[in-house]
Nanobody, 118 residues
Framework: QVQPVESGGGLVQAGGSLRLSCAAS???????VGWFRQAPGKEREFVAS????????LYADSVKGRFTITRDNAQNTVYLQMMSLQPGDTAVYYC????????????WGQGTQVTVAS
């Protein structure tokens, strides 16, 4: 089965940028790859997703215009470019993939910490 592996998190000042990567280990990604995040004391929330075939994207309203999700089919990797970061973006960011449009995300990475300092 596929195992997403995230990287690229870190500490950044407010207004700064980071790019997260999610590589597929074991097998190729499923039909869709999503980024989620979970801040301390909050539930995990959807950030963005991309369909592996065709590249259609979806974004949470809170990140539209600031975050961009892209994929590299040859490298079997999905990226999340994050711009104009704010302290409210501080969270553990998770990458996940699923095999069906009608199912939930099945395979999850371990997460990468993003901390935005004010």
């Amino acid at each position: 089965q596929v195992q997403p592996v995230e990287s690229g998190g870190g500490l950044v000042q407010a207004g700064g940028s980071l790019r997260l990567s999610c590589a597929a280990s074991g097998r190729t990604f499923g039909i869709s790859v999503g980024w989620f995040r979970q801040a301390p004391g909050k539930e995990r929330e959807f950030v963005a997703s991309i369909r592996w075939s065709g590249g259609a994207t979806l974004y949470a309203d809170s990140v539209k215009g600031r975050f961009t999700i892209t994929r590299d089919n040859a490298q079997n990797t999905v990226y999340l470019q994050m711009m104009s970061l704010q302290p409210g973006d501080t969270a553990v960011y998770y990458c996940a993939t699923k095999r069906s449009d009608f199912g939930s995300y099945e395979f999850w990475g371990q997460g990468t910490q993003v901390t935005v300092a004010s």
